[in-house]
């Protein structure tokens, strides 16, 4: 796995719109817009679950990732990781947490190593989702070079979604992008 650490940060500079614009694809709909945590749903569908940290860091929040509570600029904790079911890489997370929401009790967040954040997120009776964005992911982009890293065959546009989270008024960023032989894809090639 040290070629996948060395591809750190992979970013996700891309097009993120409206859930409207999911495509009429039951698999993709009922991945892309399930409200609960992916972490435990994937959980539930495997013997062997995991999370393999590719890295993180504090960096400036780029344009194409800021919103209305994360500003361009702000110092921000970058965290990606890739979550496996079964041995077999499912999902690509890439996660924005402000250092100024990293006080008191959400330290711990910036602290998980390879420990899944959603469960952190899931478990906190505080947390709030606020908006979701679905993207379409070109096979020419970062995020699908690193699914050839992982030894899997990228035929087909992958799809993503990111969240806006709140721990009290603590905002935070997760985007997750279904790595190809997802069950997300399950439907693609009928529809």
Known sequence: MASLHS????????????????????????????ASSLTARLQRQCQNFRV??????VEPCQAHEANAKIQQGEQVLVREVVLFCDHQPTVFARSLLPLASLTGPQ????ELGERPLGQVLFNDPNLRRDIVEIAEIAPSLRVCELAALLDLQVT???WGRRSLFYIGDKPLMVAEVFLPGSAAYENLMKS
């Open 156 to 158: 087909h546009s992958l």
């Open 7 to 34: 591809q750190f940060p992979i970013g996700l500079n891309v097009n993120w719109v409206s859930t409207v614009d999911t495509p009429d694809v039951p698999s993709l709909q009922d991945w892309l817009l399930d």
């Open 52 to 57: 393999e940290l590719l890295g993180q860091r």
């Open 107 to 110: 330290q711990q967040l910036a």
